[in-house]
C-alpha cells in the first residue's frame, strides 16, 4: 500500500516551453500533497503545499507564477514548470501525506531544460 | 525553527560492519520522526515513523530508536544493498503532514 505514482520520470525541453508533471496516490487518498526539489547530493527542499480544492502555499523564494501547482482531486497534483529554463533543471519529487500523516514520495521526475 | 541535523554526512562501512547513523532535532513539540531510504535517482522510500521518546522500530537489519533530542538507525551487519542516503525527518505539531529534513547521511557499504 501507500504507492504514490510521478509522470513522467524523465523529461527533456528545450528553454521557453512549459512542462507538466503529474503526482498521483495510488491507493490512498491524499489530502495533502507537496512538491521537493533536490539537487544533486543535497537534501529535498520543499517547493509548496497543495491541498485539495484550494491554492497552493509557496516557500519563501519559490515562485508561484513559474511553478504552477494544481491539486484537483485527492489522488492527483500536477507542477507545471512554466517557461522553463536551463537553471530549472533539477531533480523534482512529490509527495502525498496519508490520514496518520505519512508523506510516502513518487519516484521523481529529472527536468533538463536545453 | 525546526531544525534537523545528521552525522555523519557519509559513512563507509564493510560488509558485516554494524554501526549507528545520527539525527539530532530540535522543534516545538514534535508530532513525529520519521527515516527514509533514498537510492540515488529515486523517490525517498519510507521506513519509520516513531512518537514518542523510548519507542524503537525494527526492519531486517534496521533498527531505529528516539530520545527527547535525537534518534539513532542501527545498522546490523549490513549488506552491499544497503547503501543508500537515509534521511531523517521531524513533524511538527499542528503542522500537518509537513516535515523538516536533515541533510542525509550517504551509507556505502563495501563488500
Known amino acids: 500500500g501507500a504507492v504514490v505514482s510521478q509522470h513522467p520520470s524523465w523529461v527533456i525541453c528545450k528553454s521557453g516551453t512549459s512542462v507538466k508533471i503529474e503526482c498521483r496516490s495510488l491507493d490512498f487518498q491524499a489530502t495533502t500533497m507537496f512538491w521537493y526539489r533536490q539537487f544533486p547530493k543535497q537534501s529535498l527542499m520543499l517547493m509548496a503545499t497543495s491541498n485539495e480544492g484550494s491554492k497552493a502555499t509557496y516557500e519563501q523564494g519559490v515562485e508561484k507564477d513559474k511553478f504552477l501547482i494544481n491539486h484537483a482531486s485527492l489522488t492527483l497534483s500536477t507542477l507545471t514548470v512554466t517557461s522553463a529554463h536551463p537553471e530549472d533543471s533539477s531533480f523534482y519529487i512529490c509527495?502525498?501525506?496519508?490520514?496518520?500523516?505519512?508523506?510516502?514520495f513518487g519516484p521523481g521526475t529529472r527536468l533538463l531544460v536545453l | 525553527e525546526d531544525q534537523v541535523t545528521q552525522s555523519p554526512e557519509a559513512l563507509r562501512l564493510q560488509e558485516g560492519e554494524s554501526s549507528s547513523l545520527n539525527c539530532s532535532y530540535t522543534?516545538?513539540?514534535?508530532?513525529?520522526l520519521f527515516w527514509y531510504r533514498q537510492d540515488p535517482g529515486k523517490g525517498p522510500e519510507f521506513l519509520f515513523t516513531l512518537y514518542s521518546a523510548g519507542e524503537e522500530k525494527e526492519k531486517e537489519r534496521l533498527k531505529a530508536t528516539l530520545t527527547k533530542k535525537e534518534s539513532f538507525l542501527h545498522i546490523t551487519a549490513p549488506k552491499p544493498e544497503d547503501s543508500a542516503t537515509y534521511l531523517c525527518?521531524?513533524?511538527?505539531?499542528?503542522?500537518?503532514?509537513?516535515?523538516?529534513f536533515g541533510g542525509g547521511t550517504r551509507l556505502m557499504v563495501k563488500p
Open positions: 509527495s502525498a501525506g496519508d490520514r496518520v500523516l505519512t508523506q510516502y
Open positions: 525527518a521531524v513533524q511538527p505539531n499542528n503542522a500537518g503532514n509537513m516535515l523538516t
Open positions: 522543534v516545538s513539540g514534535l508530532r513525529g
